[in-house]
């Protein structure tokens, strides 16, 4: 390219009318001059002076530009002698290094196709084959509230002043301590304050060190895959699923293998048991999605096998505090005398779940293991929150507020069960409404629940389907999870009304009603 | 084992005078008779009333009792005929379903030794190859804050008064949309805040839509890891490199590379260049740990061939505006105009470690791709924070908290720089100094500085040793990490003259002088 006259360039470019400040616009135009080769290495620059002359611009604007461009390695300044163009231009050789030529694969008329693994254009091919799989089997949802939402606690029932008032008070003394790293599991009066609460409320048998504060349920999961398996170990998960298991599972290179429910909960077939997995993750006290609880006989049966074959059990206790007309059950966990369970809960949903908080409690002997994989995979923090909660737990808010919202929610699933109950009798069954924040409505086995799910989508109303949860295909069973916690009581008849149109439009085939 | 009498036998082990209630006294005491057998399947209990009385207890509370333990499976009730203990006996047959026997190795003498994959005892070899290696190669440090820990800000600079003000604003409305999931990437405010903040200060090129807001550096690398890579990928790094992002690379299974580097950054030999790996993860406006920038030419290089070969780079932007002396370069993903690099940064290293707050900036076509991945991963959250932190950059704070710490840390390097030469003139180098929270100061070749940093700790003072951030081994260089951004102004040359002395005595070789 022809060595340009620069101020004539500069001046032909610059918009003084523009919002982009002239020094911004000096500095760029003469960035991508350099980089166009249009000033091509060696060039003397114009003086500052002459430069800004020539421009009709503050000589201190020019001489901040050349200033930026020498320190980002564009120009070199010479004592006296000048400012040049530096030698920047890409080193072709190290770019062509590469002597074995790419792989080109030419198609009938012996024009070049794209090579696997070289995508021509840029999109979703850019994705790895785990990249493909997680996107393509996202479970999550696009909205994250409102009827009938399951998993999602009401928010709008947190008591936002008492955490205010504690949060101001912590942060009044700024402690240095709670706003820097501190490899440790946690706060510790968090922990202790945890083991004593899940001591009594969920029977687990732990001391405060073999608690570890993590961000929630799936950083649970993902320390313990990443600390306890290898890529191509197999894992048992209930089939259906959590969804979000099923891709930390996946993403870090583990197997399925997807193990049959019934109504005692989990139930490994013959083949299952010949073949020992490296991992069994399960929801004893409230089997995610469908509801069973995990009968004793079988929980003790699980935890001989993974006894005798070195199985490793991740219990995930998600929301055994909502458990209506009986005390919440002890957990796996506290049944375990071998060091084989790893229990995991989350703070997010009983509170909020902006929150991200959540723990687990490793066996003893593994605790520094769990707590160093903490600090090099994630480095912990959070710490000022963590005083937060400690308080909140303290003081006595955690319980009642728990205890406000079992209230509150056992009236909500009443309603909506009433509802159910009223516009189809028993024709749809309804399972697992003895707990948590949703129920499952069964549908008929020749339904499509994602065809329902997306026509209750487009009327309003948000469910999920019960297939999104399986990993075999086609699911064992159809139906639709309905979350009802975060729903007001007025809300649910009329919501449940528009889903129920939708239901006997698109899955009960049964003869069109009059809107 | 024999019929116990209930009565009696729970007698002889109820303590009235111990603290824990005698309702879970009995009920534990209970579940432990069931369980090991001392009460048979099909026992039938004594009725509530004679119980209460044999025990002199309420008879409510023995209600309670058989309440809990008709929940959780332990006996049944029947209406009018009593209860049972339930049959809560393991599987045999399952817990013993695999025929095949384990392999069971002897010794010399004919003892059974434990199989590989199964341990006879449980401790560390509980561990799978990647979590021994995650374990074994850690970085972190057990003590995060004094002289010189490197990499932490001093956090008692903090405004946190003010910080505190915006929150409890922030928490006075408690917008339940604050309080809950929300896919997206994100607090948009947020976004777009540190767009306009990130295109001055860093000259990135990117929309607000481009920004996914994560927990730091850790989540932006792990996200990208498994939506572009596979197990078994080639990812280049700079060595030495950040321990951290090796734990996190090497646990998803990616094969490291590590490159050398010299005065301008990376700079890949022909053996690397015939090789094009999938990914490439750089620091460039400030190699970590030793503190070079990456020239120009090595930038335009490193983009050529990346477009070339499709390779991946991952700008680690992480300390960039604590520059001294100079403005802070432009980033390498304002060069890139083919959509290759993900720049990563970090709010944290701005303000405190413990908010872990970071953001990415993804090539826009792959944007929905890494919101999905975030939600599907790690469930987002923290969207009150991530509003506090918007209300704090737009009301200025954060430009006005950098500047002033610049100010500072400035100061404090001085200080530290003045103490090294004055202690050890030319015969130590100093590197990285013109920018960080951290220099390093070089050590002679035969001198181990792992050694040396356990003797510094011993003596009271935190270094980091250089090695710790190599790959291969032996490192190419010997050094210790000063950081003395967390350091107040008048401990530093006293912990200096300490670490200096330690210096000597164990790395320099000198007489030993008179301590």
Known sequence: MDTIILSDWLAARLDRAAAEPIYRQTLRLMQQAILAGQLAPGTKL?????????????????LHVYDQLTAEGYVISTTGSGTYVADTQP????????????????????????????????DLDDLSSRGRRLIGQAGVSAKQWGAFMPGVPDVSEFPARTWSRLQARLWKEANPDLLTYAPGGGYRPLRRALSDY???????????????ITTGIHQSIDLAVRLLTDVGDRAWVEEPCYWGARSVLQSS???????PVDDEGLNPREQDLQQP?????????????????????RRRTLLEYARLHNVWIIEDDYDSEFRYGSRPLASLQGLDDAGQVIYVGSLGKMLFPGLRMGYMIAPEHLVDTFRTGVAELYREGQLMQQAVMTDFIMDGHLTSHVRRMRALYGERRQILIDAITARFGNELPVMGDEAGLH????????????????????????????????????????????????????????????????IEQTALKKPTRAA
């Open 277 to 297: 997995p490296r991992l069994a993750l399960v929801t004893p006290s409230h089997q995610y999605p469908l509801g069973m609880v995990m009968s004793l006989a």
């Open 439 to 502: 129920l499952v409505l069964g549908l008929p086995d020749h339904a499509d629940d994602r065809a329902v799910t997306a026509a209750a989508f487009a009327a309003g109303v948000i469910v999920r389907p019960l297939a999104t949860y399986y990993n075999s295909d086609p699911p064992a069973r159809r139906g639709l999870l309905l979350g009802y916690a975060c729903v007001p009581n007025e809300k649910i008849r009329p919501a449940f009304d528009t889903l129920a149109r939708v």
């Open 253 to 259: 290179g583990i197997t399925l293998v997807p193990v």
């Open 91 to 122: 080193d072709s050789a190290a770019v062509n290094a590469r002597r074995k030529p790419a792989v080109v694969a030419v198609d009938a008329q012996g024009k070049p196709v794209a090579a696997p693994g070289k995508p021509a254009k840029r």
């Open 46 to 62: 114009p003086s500052s002076r002459m430069l800004a002359e020539d421009l009709g611009i503050a000589r201190n604007t020019v």
């Open 198 to 212: 899940l001591r009594v409320a969920r029977s687990v048998n732990c001391t405060p060190d073999q608690i570890i």
